[in-house]
Every structure is written in structure tokens, then in C-alpha cells.
């Protein structure tokens, strides 16, 4: 009796010992992988787990909602990460991996892993979320919007905030999130935790040759090879499409329809075909299909005047800008004398690329009653060009800025009262800023120095010359009006005082972009 006693007890713990283990397999088997953790070692340590312990699996969509809670996938199969702007590689640095594994959890949207570096001294900003640093490192999990939509990037540090946009773009829905889709009201089936909307919309960027562009020069819209690129999720075929351009009183001012799925790319004259004002504008592609209308997640971009401001890799390659000037001069000497006159001039302005610059210039006066009051000046220079843009509220949004460096041989003829006219040749460099303030206003601030370096030993004339212009435009053919001054001294302190002098400009220029 006593041994079948025993034997009972052995065989119900045994049992009891068996439920135990199968009720732990079920729960390791259904439960997903959550990531609650906030320590990065812990969600490092995590994720090497995740990736050493799990390969990627095709979803399997015969499997029901509780037989598949987890799943990791690579996520080039369905994703496609866009570049929206420029990223400051010397700010920071994605790794190569980040990014490459798509999770799929019944306990929250789908989210990736970006990891990599950021510059020491400053901190990373994705969307509204401040991301810790260890040692300039960064890993963070990244929930993936079911609808394309950009993600505000921001650095901060060293006295400035860079920003850049990126664009997580389904390519196509992973099977085990299409059948959780309710057709009817767009939304997420409820019951498996997995409430994120799945919107069919689409978003659009305009590009100029590969470059995403949010500030238009409009007095080189004629110039332009302008695209927009449409990019929507999933893939499926529509009924119909729309791509539409409102000011900023959501006034409708350019418009396409078309039946089908959208195209990849759009031609900007498709859309514009008129001159835009000057204003902020907002644009999207809408997706017809079933006899709805989806809504596309809107972009902008600012239309300002800034004629050749801007960095246009949509412009041709090589270009001209002939400008004429007319204006008054007055020359005096160390000594006192001086003369007036009228002078008419001639400047043409060669870029190559938008960067390679050539450019002649030429200044005489005009005749006067008196053959002794003589002036000229010549100038011929190569040079680079450069470019800056910004956000900045005191000097105007935008703050638009190009900077023009060369390398001159300069020439100047004058009567300094002597027996003999003279003629001064000598080398220079040429700062010549241009700036849009304000929106529109375009500034023209300019300083230059001459020293001889060539022919004589030493350099016997040395020259300072600066000046302002202020230019606005004619529209639309691409004409620009000026008006400016400019003062141009000669002096060497061992140079006779008869020979150094002063002129001040003053000048009215018209130039046209050819």
C-alpha cells in the first residue's frame, strides 16, 4: 500500500513536472521580443542576440495572427530609404548595416535599427526624439510610418543646427501586415495590438538633375530641368492621379491629371506653365482608386527672385552674363587736382558649370572737351564660384549667398596732370559676394586688391578698390536693372604724390542671362 502510494506521487509530479515545461515552451514560442529596455548596452546586447539567434523568413500568410507575433525580415525587400537632402557626412556617418532588418511586432508598428556615428560635440535629433550617445555612437529603433512621410533629421552643436530629411518609402507590404489591413476604413485589425493607420498616399519631391530642390530661382525658371518624382506604397495599380501646386493662400495655380498609377518622374513644365509669383507653395500627388480619393502628404518650396544665386545644376554648362554700365567718375591726386566725366563700361561674366568662372571687364570715359581728362580701366580674371544657403531670420528666410574669387591682371589709364598720360598695369584678387536679403533683395557688396607681382622689381603701385551695387529685376526675361558706386585708390607711400590717386563711381547697369 505504502509503495503504491509512492508511486502515485512520483508519477503526478512527473506530470505536473511536464505541464510545467510545456506551458514555458508555448509562452517562449508566442510571446514576441519586446524592446521596453532604454539602456543602450541592453538594446545592443539585444539586437547582436536578435541577429546572431534569428535568420530573416519569408512571411508565411497561412499562419494565423497568434501563430506569427514576430518576425525579422531584410528590409531592402520592402523598403527603400530616400534622400531627401543632402546628409553632412562630416557631421555623421550611417553604418552600412544600419537599417538592414525590418521587425514586425503584433505589440507595435514595424521599426528598423539605425546606428552609426555622430561628430564629437554635437547631438542627434530624429523626428521629435532626442537620441543618446555613447561615445559619439549612436543605436536607435526606428518605427517605419506605414505612408511615405519624411523624417526631420537635426545635429546640433558648435553654435548651429544642421537639418536634413529622410524618406522611409514602402515598396511593397509585407504579406503578415496586408491581411491585418481593413479595406474599409484604412486602419489596423485592433485585436492583434497593431493599430497604426496604413494610408494609401503618395509623396512627391521636385529634383533638379538628382538634387532636391525647396528654393526656386525664378528669373532662371527658363533654364530649368525641373522633375518631380513621384514615390507611393504599395504596389498596386490605381484608378487615377493628381498632381497640384497652391500658394500660401491655397489658391490652386498649376495642376495634372491623369488616368493610371502615377509615373515615377514629372516634368515641371507638365505641371507650371506659367511665371509664379513670388510666395511659398505647396505641393502633393493624390491616388484615385475604388471611386476614393487618398490624400498625398504635401511638400514646399519657396519661389524668391535671386537671379543666378543659386547653385543650378539644372542650368546649362556653360554660360554668359553681358552687363552695360553707364555712370559718373571723379578723379584727384595727392595734390589736389581733379576732373570729372561720363564713362560707359562693358562686363561679360563666363561660368563654367556654375562653379569656372571667366570674366572681362572694360571702363573708358566718354569724350570730352578737354583730350587731357582721360580714364580707362581693364580687367581680366579666372576664378571659382561658391555657394551657401540658410535659414536665418534677421537676414531673411531664405538667406541665399554666392561668392565669386578671382585672380586678376588689371590696367589702369589716367592724366595725372603731367606732361604724360600713364598707364598702370598690375595683378589683383577680386572678392565679389552676392546676396539675397529679404526674399528678394539682391546685394552686391565687392572688394578688390592690386599689387604688381610681374615686370618691375617690387611692387611700385598698390590699389584698393571696393564698391556696393543693388540690383532688381525685370521679369521674366531674366534682365536685372543696378545701381551702385565704387571707389578705386592707387598708393604706395614712396610713390610721388602727383601719381597717387583716388576715383569714385558712381554707376547704373543693366545685365541679361543668356
Not at 130 to 139: A, G, H, I, N, S
Request: aromatic fraction near 14%; glycine fraction near 8%; proline fraction near 6%.
Amino acid at each position: 500500500m505504502k509503495q503504491s502510494a509512492i508511486g502515485l506521487v512520483l508519477i503526478f509530479t512527473v506530470f505536473c513536472h511536464s505541464l510545467c515545461a510545456g506551458s514555458q515552451t508555448d509562452k517562449t514560442d508566442s510571446e514576441p521580443t519586446t524592446w521596453q529596455t532604454t539602456d543602450p548596452e541592453n538594446v545592443r546586447k539585444e539586437l547582436r542576440d536578435i541577429r546572431e539567434s534569428v535568420e530573416p523568413t519569408t512571411p508565411d500568410t497561412e499562419k494565423s495572427p497568434t501563430e506569427s507575433l514576430f518576425e525579422v525580415l531584410q528590409a531592402k525587400d520592402y523598403l527603400e530609404f530616400a534622400q531627401l537632402d543632402k546628409i553632412p557626412t562630416d557631421l555623421i556617418r550611417f553604418d552600412r548595416n544600419s537599417g538592414a532588418l525590418l521587425y514586425l511586432s503584433q505589440a507595435s508598428p514595424p521599426y528598423i535599427f539605425l546606428f552609426g556615428t555622430v561628430k564629437n560635440g554635437y547631438e542627434l535629433q530624429i523626428g521629435v526624439q532626442k537620441v543618446p550617445l555613447t561615445r559619439d555612437k549612436f543605436e536607435v529603433r526606428f518605427e517605419v510610418p506605414l505612408h511615405a512621410s519624411p523624417t526631420p533629421v537635426k545635429l546640433i552643436g558648435g553654435g548651429k543646427i544642421v537639418e536634413f530629411r529622410l524618406l522611409t518609402h514602402w515598396k511593397k507590404i509585407p504579406p503578415t501586415i496586408r491581411f491585418r489591413v481593413k479595406e474599409g476604413n484604412q486602419v489596423m485589425e485592433s485585436a492583434l495590438g497593431f493599430t497604426g493607420g496604413f494610408k494609401k498616399a503618395a509623396f512627391v519631391q521636385l529634383y533638379s538633375r538628382g538634387t532636391p530642390v525647396d528654393i526656386l530661382d525664378l528669373d532662371s525658371q527658363r533654364h530649368a530641368e525641373l522633375t518631380f518624382r513621384i514615390q507611393y506604397s504599395p504596389d498596386e495599380p490605381f484608378d487615377g492621379w493628381r498632381l497640384t501646386i497652391r500658394d500660401s493662400q491655397e489658391r490652386l495655380v498649376g495642376q495634372l491629371r491623369r488616368f493610371g498609377s502615377p509615373p515615377q518622374f514629372v516634368d515641371w513644365r507638365e505641371v507650371a506653365q506659367r511665371v509664379f509669383a513670388r510666395d511659398s507653395y505647396t505641393y502633393r500627388v493624390d491616388l484615385y482608386k475604388d471611386q476614393k480619393l487618398y490624400e498625398g502628404t504635401p511638400n514646399r518650396f519657396e519661389a524668391i527672385e535671386g537671379l543666378s544665386l543659386l547653385e543650378h545644376k539644372y542650368l546649362p554648362g556653360v554660360q554668359l552674363e553681358p552687363k552695360a554700365d553707364i555712370g559718373y567718375y571723379n578723379y584727384s591726386n595727392d595734390m589736389g587736382d581733379s576732373y570729372s566725366n561720363v564713362f560707359v563700361g562693358a562686363d561679360a561674366t563666363f561660368s563654367f558649370s556654375d562653379t569656372f568662372l571667366l570674366k572681362g571687364t572694360a571702363l573708358s570715359s566718354l569724350h570730352s572737351s578737354d583730350p587731357a581728362n582721360i580714364f580707362t580701366f581693364t580687367r581680366a580674371g579666372l576664378g571659382l564660384r561658391f555657394h551657401a544657403t540658410g535659414r536665418n531670420h534677421m537676414l531673411g528666410d531664405p538667406f541665399i549667398m554666392r561668392l565669386d574669387i578671382l585672380l586678376n591682371q588689371c590696367g589702369f589709364t589716367v592724366n595725372p596732370f603731367t606732361s604724360d598720360i600713364r598707364r598702370y598695369v598690375h595683378q589683383s584678387v577680386l572678392l565679389e559676394p552676392h546676396v539675397v536679403l529679404w526674399a528678394y533683395h539682391y546685394f552686391v557688396p565687392w572688394v578688390e586688391f592690386g599689387y604688381r607681382l610681374l615686370g618691375r622689381v617690387g611692387g611700385d603701385q598698390n590699389r584698393i578698390s571696393f564698391g556696393l551695387t543693388y540690383n532688381f529685376f525685370v521679369r521674366p526675361w531674366s534682365l536685372k536693372l543696378g545701381l551702385g558706386f565704387a571707389f578705386d585708390r592707387l598708393f604706395k607711400l614712396d610713390m610721388d604724390p602727383t601719381v597717387r590717386f583716388s576715383i569714385f563711381r558712381t554707376v547704373i547697369s543693366i545685365a541679361f542671362q543668356l
